[in-house]
């Protein structure tokens, strides 16, 4: 939060999968990203660095609060975690190329290529096709 307020982005050092460490990989924070960030550390856990509680284990905390986050999630037409990421994903295309992907206005090679570029950057992979699996498009 403090990297927030000091540079209006946070540093995404780590990831799915392991994530790329990389100086070029910032989240702008929107209003939404600053609530979402409030509230899980809100709820995090005194003595904790994450979500997880010291005597909790990864099984559990799946088990009962991403149980419960799906259950709240899908009551409101998100199917999983992976369509925020994909909401993400479309919000950081938006940013770059100024339209929503795959949509009746065309863009050009250019700007498309450069936002597919950020948003897999962003996402923590290496190829520009895999932007397509969450933005659309090839």
Known sequence: LREIKKHGRAWVLDGCKGGRRDQRRWLEATPERLAALSYAISVKP???DCLLAKDENVRIFYS???G???RILKKYGIHDFK???AACAVEEYESIAGIKPMGMIKVSRYLDRKARLHVAHILG???EQISSCYVGGY
Do not use: F
């Open 68 to 70: 419960r986050c799906r």
């Open 46 to 48: 005194e003595d904790s």
């Open 64 to 66: 009962t609060v991403l």
């Open 83 to 85: 369509t925020l990421r």
């Open 125 to 127: 992979h290496a190829r």
